[in-house]
C-alpha cells in the first residue's frame, strides 16, 4: 500500500494514477508492493530529519528509509516539495515531472538501486527516464 502524508506543508493532489504507476514501477522491476509512506514536507523539516537520522547537516529534495524484506518493497521516503520547486525550476523542468522523478528515485532506491557513483547515477537516470515515459 503507498500513502501520502504532509508534514509542515500544504497537501498536493497525487491521486490514484500516481499510485498505480509507482505500484506498475515496483511489479515491473519484479518486486511486490509492501508499506510505502511518502511524507511530503518543507525544507527544515526534511533538514532535521537528515540531521538527526543521518547526522547531514544539508538539505535535500528526498531521503528514503528502506524497511524491505526479501521481494516485499517497504520505507518511507521524505520528499521537500520546495526542494522539488527549487530544482525544477533550476533543470528548466515541469514541477510535475521532477517531482515524479523523485517520486520514482525513491522506490527504486528501495528496489535496490544506488547512486553513489557515476556508473549507478547513470543507471539510476535512465531508470527513472524510462517510468517517467510510461507515466
Request: proline content about 1%; charged content about 30%.
Amino acid at each position: 500500500m503507498i500513502q501520502f502524508f504532509f508534514e509542515n506543508i500544504d497537501e498536493i493532489s497525487l491521486g490514484d494514477n500516481t499510485k498505480n504507476w509507482l505500484l506498475s514501477l515496483i511489479t515491473s522491476e519484479d518486486k511486490k508492493p509492501g508499506e510505502i509512506n511518502y511524507i511530503f514536507c518543507d525544507d527544515e523539516y526534511l533538514l532535521r530529519v537528515n540531521k538527526d537520522f543521518l547526522n547531514h547537516d544539508y538539505y535535500t529534495d528526498i531521503i528514503t528509509f528502506d524497511y524491505v524484506k526479501g521481494k516485499t518493497i517497504s520505507g518511507d521516503i521524505f520528499v521537500s516539495l520546495p526542494r522539488i520547486f527549487e530544482n525544477a525550476t533550476n533543470l528548466s523542468n515541469d514541477f510535475n515531472v521532477e517531482l515524479h522523478r523523485v517520486l520514482a528515485h525513491g522506490v527504486l532506491h528501495l528496489i535496490g538501486y544506488k547512486d553513489k557513483t557515476d556508473e549507478e547515477i547513470t543507471e539510476m537516470r535512465n531508470k527513472e527516464d524510462f517510468y517517467l515515459n510510461i507515466l
